[in-house]
């Protein structure tokens, strides 16, 4: 404990909240009556001494096994029933440092979400794992399991949450590009377009003539917009037009995602 002492999201406020709670007289006893019963545990004082050893196997070159043998004690036997709301506490103590370092990673990665909400998943996620009936029953691997299924629960949520956005309908839009296209993709691309239309026009981010070259572009296809003209052909200027309006959409997914709170009007 202690490695992010001016963190203030939620993991490290819980962590701390823990500490206290488990530091009372009273709770060390609960700890006292539980390491007696186990051989490994009688050799660690308070739990925080526990806590702390099972985070230092992590550096040493057998450290996985022997902080997987003191993981097993703990959980077997009529202890884990009896005394399972102040074990989870414990657990939680062990594996925060593996929640906080998913968050910082995720986070990251996804730059436009807020760590607030990356901190709710990640210990939403830890408490469902640690109450798994199947986790409990392992012998081994007590770490690598949290740590993944942190890492693959919260990129999940995470994809699933960029894909709710502006930046994301860009990509498409501009990734997907192009002059012919079948009535199911057209379909497909109307609703994509609409949805990130009205996220720009509600941020001013596109002018209305360009709005209108997307709306003709992507849903009309009329000849107005230099889509078709003779034989087929599209003009330069044209060709020019829409190429600095996809770079614009590009440049303002990427400007959304680095910075969350743009509401500014990018111009070409």
């Known amino acids: 404990m202690g490695k992010h002492p001016h963190c203030t999201c939620t993991i490290c406020y819980i962590e701390k909240s823990i500490g206290l709670e488990l530091a009372l007289p009273e709770v ?91 901190s709710q998943v990640a210990l939403t996620t830890l408490i469902q794992c640690l109450r798994s009936r199947n986790w409990q029953a392992q012998r081994s691997h007590f770490g690598f399991v949290v740590a993944r299924k942190l890492r693959r629960s919260l990129f999940r949520w995470a994809r699933r949450e960029f894909q709710s956005t502006s930046q994301f309908v860009a990509q498409r839009i501009g990734d997907g590009f192009s002059f012919t296209q079948t009535a199911e993709e057209s379909f497909e691309r109307h609703a994509i377009l609409r949805h990130f239309l009205n996220l720009c026009q509600e941020r001013a981010y596109l002018t209305p003539d360009e709005i209108n070259l997307l709306i003709d572009l992507k849903v009309e296809e009329s000849i107005d917009a230099g889509v078709s003209g003779p034989k087929g052909r599209t003009s330069n200027l044209f060709r020019q037009r829409v190429k600095r309006l996809m770079t614009k959409l590009r440049r303002l997914a990427r400007t959304s995602t680095s910075n969350p709170h743009h509401k500014g009007r990018s111009g070409d």
């Open 28 to 118: 060390h006893q609960m700890y006292r009556q539980i390491a007696a019963e186990k051989p490994l545990l009688a050799g660690f004082p308070t739990v925080f001494h526990l806590v702390a050893s099972i985070h230092g196997c992590r550096s040493t070159k057998d450290g996985a096994a022997f902080s997987d043998l003191i993981l097993a004690q703990l959980l077997s036997g009529p202890t884990v029933a009896i005394h399972w709301e102040y074990l989870e506490k414990v657990l939680l103590l062990v594996f925060i440092p593996t929640a906080h370092a998913a968050v910082r990673h995720v986070s990251y990665h996804y730059q436009f979400l807020e760590r607030e909400d990356i």
